[in-house]
């Protein structure tokens, strides 16, 4: 099964690369993040015509996650156990999907940005963080031989090597001790970084 993910910025607005990119390649599931927009405004006849079956979690112009799938698509969830909230007051944002796709759960993640050090967002985000390896390791712990594929937009660079100027970066989320450690606890609960043996090195 190829699994692929994409942020697209506004589904609508790149609506027609990602037809285009799908024509092209030989996807079964996209994974996709910030959508922009509510369920009723998702192209969903346009993947329809496609031959993918699709849903979508979005509740305003930020944010929204999809998946879209040709090999099954069933068993929906818009949360994951003890995802936070965000805003005053909390609100559940549009940031996970999770649908069972063939035999694999996929999840599109949207992980939030954290916006600056020291910044209440950054917070959240770390919270967010933490709530999923949470959940992963609760998975895992039910089901030692579950196929789960997290994918999404991590707002994560993991090593220096995946930015293009690590002294750009100094000070900033994305690269922070706490963001990296995070992102290294999920590996720790038992998921794999299936993308960085293909990737070495910079880039």
């Known amino acids: 099964m190829r699994i692929a993910t994409w942020n697209v910025n506004s589904i609508r607005a790149r609506l ?18 910030e ?4 369920d009723d405004q998702f192209p969903g006849e346009v993947f329809e015509g496609l031959g993918y079956a699709w849903a979508h979690h979005g509740t305003s112009q930020w944010n929204g996650v999809a998946v879209v799938s040709r090999v099954g698509l069933a068993d929906v969830e818009t949360t994951f ?3 936070p909230h965000w805003g005053d007051p909390p609100a559940a944002e ?12 996929v999840w599109s993640l949207y ?6 050090l020291g ?8 919270g967010w963080l933490e709530a999923l390896r949470t959940a ?27 930015v293009w100027d690590m002294a750009a970066f100094t ?19 038992g998921f794999t970084d299936v993308v960085r043996p293909y990737t070495p090195g910079p880039g």
Do not use: M
């Open 119 to 126: 910044h209440p967002h950054l917070a959240y985000k770390l």
């Open 171 to 189: 000070g900033s989320t994305h690269v922070s001790p706490p963001e990296r450690a995070s992102f290294s606890a999920l590996l720790d609960a």
């Open 16 to 33: 027609d690369r990602v037809v285009d990119w799908l024509e092209a390649t030989d996807v079964d599931v996209l994974a996709i993040q």
């Open 136 to 162: 992963g390791l609760g998975w895992l712990g039910t089901d030692p031989g579950a196929q789960i594929a997290l994918t999404g937009d991590w707002n994560i660079a993991p090593y220096d090597e995946d």
């Open 35 to 38: 959508t922009k927009c509510r």
């Open 81 to 83: 156990p003890g995802q």
């Open 94 to 105: 549009a940031r996970a999907l999770g649908a069972t796709c063939a035999r694999i759960r």
């Open 111 to 116: 992980v939030p940005n954290g916006r600056e």
